[in-house]
């Protein structure tokens, strides 16, 4: 079953608020973990053998995952902790009880907040689980099978009425969930797993990280980017970022602020860009960051990041990453330790290196008419790894997200819009017969109604609004409007419509977006 993220339902409104100070580093005052456990925990989680405490010491999870259970034993237990101590204590836990970088791997969306993702989970775990938050919730955990059935009791315990609102009484819940999805889950996701041990062994030290990192985005909407990241210690774990970048359109992308470093890798920054405050969600290993980089109060507005330490040798990105053949453009390779001049392979010359520095080379590139249409490798040196894509006609474009969701806001309420951001991506055919991406292009979008009934209630009037040059979709404000049948909101069913040019023919591509309502709950983890 697909599904999209949603969020939970518990009143977990605290675990917003907390959710900034994952990002923050915590007070040097602070006492340390093994006493606050001792003093705020301890009282109702028992102590086992070997310095263990009951519940707590038998699982394992991400930075996100232990502020949220810590978050509700506030709201829901009545647990009186300190923020300085609840960063501790999330820090030690993500420290000592966190997850190998292999454990996280497909499912860190959820932690770079992608809430457009389409997850792909078995039908039982979506129908089981998927029906009130993310499968990455629970993938995003390690426990023995005892810690799988207590947390599928607290579900049932906590919430009674849960089977009604996992849709309905359509199945015996707790029966199955104690038969079947206990024993997988402990099969799928085992506290005891070598690659967690291998990583506490092997993770670099933290101060491999300082230094100057090149970066390559890509923002929806606005379009590329490049720059240098300085990173200086601040501590242990902690870290001074500033950043010095640049969209391809020439507008500047600079700023600075802290991060820190949990589990040797999770990498949590906070910097603010021209007086925007971003989050920074990495893995960030040895030479190597990866991740998102997203608005504070608009989660939906971020940058794919790569980032490769300046002395290490790596190419990260080609911008633009398409050429059509039979013209010439100017492309920037961004990376670390590039020398030499770059290879683009058969049909792609080299007409000129109009820059060069190990950072970025920028050159002109011309393409033959007779250019094989298809990716190829981009090689500097024996680097490679980006490609470029050469075409002679676009055969399709595609909406990305090809289905999403935008949410109402404002409208005299706190709960901010959340907008649609969309991409046009062209697709070509290769030799093969075969798609092949060739990359995003400029569109001229719009939005229609998506059925009859939207067409009727006049969605496209009240939903929103589509910038037709950059495919950044507002949504109406929040609360009732007396324009509207039955004076209902301004939410909407609609198909996001892309037209790109290519050389005087225009292609369409289509995607659906749902303009709904605010999320009321907003967990660090969906
Ligand atoms: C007032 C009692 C109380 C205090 C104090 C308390 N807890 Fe809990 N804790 C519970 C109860 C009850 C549960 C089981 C229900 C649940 O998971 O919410 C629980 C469960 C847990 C779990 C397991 C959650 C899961 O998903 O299986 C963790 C982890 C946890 N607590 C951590 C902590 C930490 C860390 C502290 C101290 C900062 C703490 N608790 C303090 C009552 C408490
Ligand atoms: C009726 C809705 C609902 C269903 C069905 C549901 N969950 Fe949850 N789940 C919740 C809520 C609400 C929370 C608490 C979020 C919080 O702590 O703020 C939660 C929390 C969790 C957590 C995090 C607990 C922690 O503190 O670490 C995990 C893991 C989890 N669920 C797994 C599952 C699994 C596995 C299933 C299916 C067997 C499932 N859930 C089914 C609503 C649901």
Same mark, same amino acid.
């Given at each position: 079953?697909?599904?999209? *993220?949603?969020?939970?339902?518990?009143?977990?409104?605290?675990?917003?608020?907390?959710?900034?100070?994952?990002?923050?580093?915590?007070? !040097?005052?602070?006492?340390?973990?093994?006493?606050?456990?001792?003093?705020?925990?301890?009282?109702?989680?028992?102590?086992?053998?070997?310095?263990?405490?009951?519940?707590?010491?038998?699982?394992?999870?991400?930075?996100?995952?232990?502020?949220?259970?810590?978050?509700?034993?506030?709201?829901?237990?009545?647990?009186?902790?300190?923020?300085?101590?609840?960063?501790?204590?999330? #820090?030690? !836990?993500?420290?000592?009880?966190?997850?190998?970088?292999?454990?996280?791997?497909?499912?860190?969306?959820?932690?770079?907040?992608?809430?457009?993702?389409?997850?792909?989970?078995?039908?039982?775990?979506?129908?089981?689980?998927?029906?009130?938050?993310?499968?990455?919730?629970?993938?995003?955990?390690?426990?023995?099978?005892?810690?799988?059935?207590?947390?599928?009791?607290?579900?049932?315990?906590?919430?009674?009425? !849960?089977?009604?609102?996992?849709?309905?009484?359509?199945?015996?819940?707790?029966?199955?969930?104690?038969?079947?999805?206990?024993?997988?889950?402990?099969?799928?996701?085992?506290?005891?797993?070598?690659?967690?041990?291998?990583?506490?062994?092997?993770?670099?030290?933290?101060?491999?990280?300082?230094?100057?990192?090149?970066?390559?985005?890509? *923002?929806?909407?606005?379009?590329?980017?490049?720059?240098?990241?300085?990173?200086?210690?601040?501590?242990?774990?902690?870290?001074?970022?500033?950043?010095?970048?640049?969209?391809?359109?020439?507008?500047?992308?600079?700023?600075?602020?802290?991060?820190?470093?949990?589990?040797?890798?999770?990498?949590?920054?906070?910097?603010?860009?021209?007086?925007?405050?971003?989050?920074?969600?990495?893995?960030?290993?040895?030479?190597?960051?990866?991740?998102?980089?997203?608005?504070?109060?608009?989660?939906?507005?971020?940058?794919?990041?790569?980032?490769?330490?300046?002395?290490?040798?790596?190419?990260?990105?080609?911008?633009?990453?398409?050429?059509?053949?039979?013209?010439?453009?100017?492309?920037?390779?961004?990376?670390?330790?590039?020398?030499?001049?770059?290879?683009?392979?058969?049909?792609?010359?080299?007409?000129?290196?109009?820059?060069?520095?190990?950072?970025?080379? #920028?050159?002109?590139? #011309?393409?033959?008419?007779?250019?094989?249409?298809?990716?190829?490798?981009?090689?500097?040196?024996?680097?490679?790894?980006?490609?470029?894509?050469?075409?002679?006609?676009?055969?399709?474009?595609?909406?990305?997200?090809?289905?999403?969701?935008?949410?109402?806001?404002?409208?005299?309420?706190?709960?901010?819009?959340?907008?649609?951001?969309?991409?046009?991506?062209?697709?070509? #055919?290769?030799?093969?017969?075969?798609?092949?991406?060739?990359?995003?292009?400029?569109?001229?979008?719009?939005?229609?109604?998506?059925?009859?009934?939207?067409?009727?209630?006049?969605?496209?009037?009240?939903?929103?609004?589509?910038?037709?040059?950059?495919?950044?979709?507002?949504?109406?404000?929040?609360?009732?409007?007396?324009?509207?049948?039955?004076?209902?909101?301004?939410?909407?069913?609609?198909?996001?419509?892309?037209?790109?040019?290519?050389?005087?023919?225009? !292609?369409?591509?289509?995607?659906?977006?749902?303009?709904?309502?605010?999320?009321?709950?907003?967990?660090?983890?969906?």
């Amino acid at each position: 079953m697909k599904r999209k *993220l949603r969020s939970g339902m518990s009143a977990s409104l605290l675990a917003v608020a907390a959710c900034v100070a994952l990002h923050s580093p915590h007070s !040097l005052a602070a006492r340390d973990a093994q006493t606050i456990l001792k003093e705020t925990c301890q009282g109702c989680h028992t102590p086992e053998a070997n310095e263990s405490l009951s519940r707590i010491s038998h699982q394992r999870k991400t930075p996100e995952g232990w502020l949220m259970s810590i978050a509700r034993m506030q709201t829901m237990h009545g647990l009186q902790i300190s923020d300085d101590d609840r960063r501790t204590l999330v #820090k030690y !836990l993500a420290d000592t009880q966190g997850l190998a970088p292999s454990e996280t791997d497909g499912v860190r969306y959820a932690l770079e907040r992608r809430l457009n993702t389409v997850e792909h989970f078995d039908e039982q775990t979506s129908q089981m689980c998927g029906r009130c938050h993310s499968g990455a919730r629970i993938a995003l955990q390690r426990r023995p099978a005892q810690e799988w059935e207590r947390l599928v009791n607290f579900h049932l315990g906590q919430w009674p009425s !849960l089977e009604y609102q996992a849709l309905a009484r359509d199945r015996d819940w707790f029966d199955i969930a104690r038969k079947d999805m206990v024993p997988l889950l402990a099969k799928r996701y085992p506290l005891d797993n070598p690659a967690w041990k291998k990583w506490q062994s092997a993770a670099p030290k933290a101060e491999t990280l300082v230094g100057d990192w090149s970066f390559s985005g890509h *923002l929806p909407g606005k379009g590329e980017l490049a720059g240098v990241m300085s990173v200086t210690t601040d501590g242990k774990d902690t870290f001074k970022v500033s950043v010095k970048g640049q969209y391809a359109d020439g507008s500047p992308f600079n700023g600075d602020g802290s991060a820190i470093l949990y589990t040797g890798y999770e990498w949590r920054g906070n910097v603010t860009i021209d007086g925007v405050t971003m989050r920074q969600v990495f893995a960030a290993q040895g030479n190597a960051m990866q991740g998102r980089m997203f608005e504070a109060e608009h989660d939906e507005r971020g940058l794919d990041f790569v980032a490769a330490k300046q002395g290490s040798q790596r190419l990260l990105a080609v911008q633009p990453g398409y050429l059509k053949a039979g013209s010439e453009t100017e492309v920037t390779l961004i990376g670390s330790g590039l020398t030499g001049k770059p290879d683009f392979g058969k049909g792609v010359e080299v007409v000129e290196v109009v820059s060069q520095s190990p950072e970025q080379i #920028k050159v002109k590139l #011309k393409a033959a008419a007779n250019a094989q249409p298809g990716a190829r490798a981009v090689m500097v040196g024996s680097l490679k790894g980006p490609s470029l894509s050469v075409y002679s006609k676009i055969d399709a474009v595609k909406v990305v997200p090809e289905f999403s969701v935008a949410r109402i806001g404002e409208g005299g309420g706190s709960t901010p819009k959340v907008q649609g951001r969309f991409d046009a991506e062209a697709w070509g #055919k290769g030799a093969d017969g075969k798609p092949y991406r060739i990359g995003v292009f400029p569109a001229q979008w719009k939005v229609e109604a998506f059925d009859d009934r939207a067409k009727e209630d006049e969605d496209v009037k009240f939903a929103g609004t589509m910038q037709a040059d950059t495919g950044v979709f507002t949504p109406g404000d929040a609360g009732p409007n007396p324009a509207r049948k039955m004076s209902t909101n301004n939410a909407g069913n609609l198909k996001v419509i892309a037209a790109v040019d290519d050389a005087g023919k225009s !292609l369409t591509g289509e995607g659906h977006m749902i303009v709904t309502v605010q999320r009321w709950n907003n967990p660090p983890i969906p």
